[in-house]
């Protein structure tokens, strides 16, 4: 079966903005002696690659650099795509294992080589690394199953199909004959491959790995404190390096006291860069080169730049608020979608409400800040780096140096988070021009004020909503005039609402507009983008219809799904009502909707799509006379197809809670000239432990082909909160994070 996934069709549009960054750029095969280096081949043995799913043999050994390996000594799975927290290192190789019938504790999982021409895109974003990944995985592992068969049916001379497979042995019943797959692999590499429709991939009822909990592979190294991530990355005669860009972004350096900085204890060296002219690529700035870390960042903290900026950003936060208060009422200057009569509709309504919401930028806060270790030699360069998109960081790297990709060797090294800002390979652009002026490797290392001042944040934005509820409480008319930011024609990235933004297809006479205020500093994919916010004010405004309506939310969000189907026929990256349906049913089943609740306490709930995701979460919260709230309990349903590693699965969908819960509560990134406010944790409050909920995950295992689970739980949590403080106190909360009106954790 071809998944529908495979080809993009019908990537929503905040998906395809997720991964554009993600976008191929061809590396060439590397060459036989460096697979001997990079795979250890010794002797004869089993290999097989995919790109797509096809395979082919050489000389015993299927193409080189492939998905699987099985030898006199084992059984290797690599794993293609970075591992940024999500997971992948260990649920890709798990869907090659289920097909190949490998016992899990017979297999050794390694990380791909950055070759995108044997293993096709190698990255991390949009929630897609399973649903692209999911066919061809399964094909790889079934192509080496069947051969295996083969040779074992040859040697034990019976038809192959007497022979059954489990735990890397082929087993003959009839004769009790059991072949390990280490003892076949040499003999399996000289069968034909067989083509990919004459595989038998297995049903999920026949799964014994997929849907079990599997520890991630990386997990006893990380508490050893291995070095895996690219912050931890060493090289003999290595330099440090720090890069000092302008406060508003675009700014260029004038003069700096160079002098100074070149005397001062551990400094090697310090310079200026021009820039590439390409603000997501390299900007210009100070590097600083020094024998340790901290001589480079001490330096630093003594730099003195004149900084030309009279091309640099000069956006407010406050006067983007008090702009979007004067237009909010006036007709968007673009409409994006519109059905039925909106105006008559809204003038019809027993009951119309106007609300206006709005949320502030924010910032991706992983915890390991920005680093690179390059090493420039001979016109090429060699890289360390911790980035969700490798490949696209060597474009990035070569427009920068202005060299062939095929001149630079990308290594991947684990990443210390990434929620979309590592799709970005800016860091990367700078350790290469730092390096191209270094004799020897350096190490570039960002400061936590350096990722809060430089991110790529999640957009803010506002909206003005209208809606009524007709004669019979039933939610009739929708008009949302979307007030975001553009930095020329385009809308920032995240910036976006598209035609099909829920409630567009369900709501009979609904109209979206959009008006873009100027904006000049970065904006970028962040965890869910677009549905990060969206999903806030319409499952905020849906509930107050129906609370304007007299009715249960539960019942108008049941009723605005309506009948089960696609909302976008033939597009598996579409809505399905009665999939949406199914998980609001359940969350509010194991969430004990209805029942009476304490005074002061109260539940909240809230469904949104995201990244093919379908999500329903119900919140319990607890509000006290001085708006200190407590999460008490949170109730996740999804259904995101068959779930591949559920321990995996759960790690994310309670990890999206609580990103989610952290950044509604109080964390915020304001501007004004241009100038980032916020500088540490200590004005960017992460949520601490003791405030984190209980959290209920339940799954819908339905037969629909899975999805990714890194983002679409996220978007659902800040209404369901936000929802059940209304339930516990009577106050409508419309501005995120909710510090703004007054709430804080307790």
Request: with cysteine; charged share 20%; proline share 5%.
């Amino acid at each position: 079966m071809t998944s529908p996934f495979e080809a993009n069709t019908g990537l929503p549009e905040e998906v395809r903005e997720a991964i554009a960054p993600l976008e191929r750029v061809r590396i060439d095969k590397i060459d036989r002696r460096q697979f001997l280096k990079v795979t250890g081949v010794v002797g004869g043995g089993l290999m097989l690659c995919f790109t797509g799913v096809r395979a082919s043999a050489t000389g015993g050994v299927l193409r080189p650099n492939g998905f699987l390996r099985i030898d006199g000594d084992g059984i290797t799975l690599y794993a293609k795509n970075p591992e940024i927290g999500q997971g992948v290192k260990t649920s890709l190789p798990m869907i090659v294992a289920e097909e190949l019938d490998a016992a899990w504790e017979d297999v050794e999982v390694v990380q791909a080589p950055i070759d995108e021409a044997t293993y096709g895109r190698q990255a991390a974003g949009g929630s897609t690394s399973i649903p692209m990944n999911w066919n061809p995985l399964r094909q790889a592992g079934a192509t080496a199953r069947a051969m295996l068969v083969g040779a074992a049916a040859v040697r034990l001379g019976v038809p192959p199909a007497e022979l059954s497979t489990r735990d890397s042995q082929v087993i003959h019943a009839h004769s009790g004959s059991r072949l390990a797959y280490t003892e076949l692999a040499a003999a399996a590499a000289d069968m034909p491959v067989p083509p990919a429709d004459s595989l038998a991939l297995k049903t999920p009822d026949q799964y014994r790995l997929l849907g079990t909990r599997i520890t991630g592979v990386d997990n006893e190294a990380l508490v050893r404190g291995e070095a895996l991530f690219g912050i931890d990355r060493s090289l003999p005669g290595m330099k440090f390096a720090v890069y000092q860009k302008c406060p508003a972004q675009r700014g260029r350096v004038k003069s700096f006291n160079s002098k100074e900085i070149k005397n001062l204890p551990g400094v090697l060296d310090v310079f200026s860069l021009e820039g590439n002219d390409n603000p997501m690529e390299l900007m210009p700035g100070v590097a600083i080169v020094a024998d340790s870390t901290w001589a480079a960042i001490a330096a630093k903290r003594r730099l003195k730049v004149d900084w030309d900026e009279s091309e640099a950003a000069r956006d407010s936060w406050s006067d983007a608020r008090a702009q979007a208060e004067r237009i909010r009422k006036q007709a968007g200057a673009t409409r994006i979608v519109e059905m039925g009569d909106v105006d008559k509709a809204l003038a019809a309504g027993s009951t119309r409400l106007d609300a206006f919401y709005s949320y502030r930028f924010a910032s991706h806060a992983q915890l390991e800040p920005q680093n690179c270790t390059a090493w420039y030699r001979n016109g090429a360069i060699e890289m360390w780096a911790p980035t969700q998109t490798p490949g696209r960081g060597i474009g990035n790297v070569a427009n920068t140096l202005g060299i062939a990709p095929d001149r630079i060797t990308v290594h991947q090294a684990r990443c210390g988070g990434g929620f979309g800002r590592r799709l970005y390979n800016d860091f990367m652009c700078e350790a290469a021009a730092i390096a191209a002026r270094v004799d020897g490797p350096v190490k570039l290392q960002w400061t936590r004020e350096d990722d809060m001042s430089y991110d790529y944040f999640r957009a803010g934005g506002f909206h003005q909503l209208e809606g009524s509820v007709d004669g019979e409480g039933r939610v009739s008319g929708w008009r949302d005039h979307f007030i975001t930011f553009a930095d020329g024609d385009r809308a920032v990235s995240g910036g976006s609402i598209r035609a099909s933004e829920f409630p567009a297809g369900l709501i009979g006479n609904l109209r979206i507009e959009q008006t873009a205020l100027d904006w000049r500093t970065r904006c970028g994919a962040w965890r869910a983008p677009g549905s990060n916010v969206f999903a806030f004010v319409i499952q905020s405004f849906i509930h107050e219809l129906a609370v304007a309506a007299g009715r249960d939310h539960l019942e108008v969000l049941l009723e605005i799904l309506g009948e089960s189907r696609w909302l976008e026929p033939g597009n598996a990256w579409a809505l399905h009502t009665g999939r949406a349906a199914g998980v609001v049913k359940l969350a509010a089943e194991k969430a004990g909707w209805g029942r009476t609740m304490p005074a002061g306490r109260g539940l909240g709930l809230a469904f949104h799509f995201s990244h093919a995701g379908h999500i329903a979460e119900v919140a319990d919260v607890s509000v006290d006379a001085d708006r200190k709230i407590r999460v008490n309990r949170v109730t996740v349903a999804a259904d995101v197809g068959p779930i591949v590693n559920l321990s995996g699965a759960e790690n994310q969908l309670q990890g999206s809670v609580i990103d989610g819960l952290s950044t509604m509560l109080d964390l915020s990134v304001t501007f004004e000239n241009g100038r980032v406010q916020q500088s540490n944790f200590d004005s960017y409050p992460i949520l601490r432990m003791p405030d984190k909920p209980e959290i209920d995950v339940h799954y819908v295992q339905s037969d629909w082909p899975p999805t990714g689970l890194g983002e679409p739980a996220l978007p659902p949590l800040a209404p369901a909160v936000c929802n059940a403080i209304y339930a516990a106190c009577g106050h409508r909360i419309r501005s995120m994070p909710i510090s703004e009106e007054g709430f804080s954790i307790g």
